[in-house]
């Protein structure tokens, strides 16, 4: 069974950093794209961003771009997110997730999430 | 900027039959943004439903399907259940690597 699990979440000030991991198991992980979506707390789901499956593409919603950096290492089945500049605004559960991004687009398996909370 | 409408809230009886929808702000939604479903219930990952705007996840029953009902992603869920009850999200593939999610459907079974 596909699992994806997330850590490095956690309390962290304004202006602080924080990377995230999401360990993936049991698929070929250098065979998909991978997304991180976010959920701040009572609020609906966030596309924050994704890679390639080289990581030769990467993307982001406009509110991270300069702030936050996604990356994975294939020989670690590892996806992270490096968090700068941190804003009360980027409170949130962060999940990753596996991502088909050709021929169809969707997101099929889910993590169970990591908290960050930016406050002072 | 790109919003995702559905609806903030809707109400089903159980065995009832309830359509979901997904507009965009601005246009018409169509296959060419791979519309997808997703169904969370509080304090847990989103499950996977429908995909490529019709295309149901592994393991969904058959009661839920996705469409197009005019300019709109649709979800249907057929004979609701109790356990229907949750929170639902569209997302939209806008192109370019770019994907944005609706602010979700919270749908009560009643």
């Known amino acids: 069974e596909v699992q994806l699990v997330e850590s490095g979440g956690g309390l962290v000030q304004p202006g602080g950093s924080l990377r995230l991991s999401c360990a993936a198991s049991e698929f070929t992980f250098d065979n998909y794209w991978m997304t991180w979506v976010r959920q701040a707390p009572g609020k609906g789901l966030e596309w924050v961003a994704n890679i390639k499956q080289d990581g030769s593409e990467k993307y982001y919603v406009d509110s991270v771009k300069g702030r936050f950096t996604i990356s994975r290492d294939n020989a670690k089945n590892s996806l992270y997110l490096q968090m700068n500049s941190l804003r009360a605004e980027d409170t949130a559960v962060y999940f990753c997730?596996?991502?088909?991004?050709?021929?169809?687009?969707?997101?099929?398996?889910w993590g169970q999430g990591t908290l960050v909370t930016v406050s002072s | 900027q790109t919003v995702v409408t559905q609806e903030p809230s809707f109400s089903v009886s159980p065995g009832g039959t309830v359509t979901l929808t997904c507009g965009l702000s601005s246009g018409s939604v169509s296959s060419n943004y791979y519309p997808s479903w997703y169904q969370q219930t509080p304090g847990q990952a989103p499950r996977t439903l429908i995909y490529s705007t019709n295309t149901r996840s592994s393991g969904v029953p058959d009661r839920f399907s996705g469409s197009i009902l005019g300019n709109k992603a649709a979800l249907t869920i057929t004979g609701a259940q109790a356990d229907d009850e949750s929170d639902y999200y569209c997302?939209?593939?806008?192109?370019?690597?770019?994907?944005?999610f609706g602010g979700g459907t919270k749908l009560t079974v009643l």
């Open positions: 997302v939209l593939y806008m192109g370019s690597g770019l994907w944005v």
């Open positions: 997730a596996r991502t088909y991004s050709s021929s169809w687009y969707f997101f099929d398996y």
